[in-house]
């Protein structure tokens, strides 16, 4: 490798998708595998704001919370060289799956709402997910935002793969992507 290659600045890659569709342990995983620093959009507003994102929901609501999103994205990240693992809702409002496609690039991880519901029914912290009916609740959310998440430059299929495959399809196409 060269020196200009050594330093030339990789694009930000942002995992977008529905919850429960891995962004976070496969972002890791991918992450390593390219080289790219690894951030949690939940994890750093977390850090920031010193609670959790349940906690958030209950005092500042959706709305402050997709507002905090929206600072994270604006300019709390580093601009290169870095995987970020987004939350759900985050690529959903007004001008943010644009903002992301300007700063790199963007790949949706997929799964059918039955997927989704075995992988975060055991799981409580997800706000938008604490209700009688969780599963109609995943069935709605999904085809709201689809249109959003079709918008990526990749979409991939995590239904039916490990960790570890998806994986390697996000450095797959990454790389593809940069030539
Ligand atoms: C949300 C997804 C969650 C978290 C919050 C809201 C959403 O992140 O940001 O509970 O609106 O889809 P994950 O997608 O990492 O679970």
Redesign the pocket.
Known sequence: MNQKTQSTPRPNLYLI?????G??VVGQLAAKMLGLSFL???LE?EKKYKTS??EI?KIHG?IG?REM?RNFILSGHPKSGCLV??????P?GEGMIEMLKSNGKVFTLWASPKTIFER?KKNS?????QTEDPFSKITE?LSE?EVKYRKADKIISTDVRSVSEVAALIQKNYLEELN
């Open positions: 998708g529905f919850m429960g569709t962004k976070s949690d959009s939940d507003i994102v349940s929901f959706e919370f999103e693992s987004c939350g759900g809702g985050l959903i975060t912290s997800r706000p938008l997910l959310l935002r």
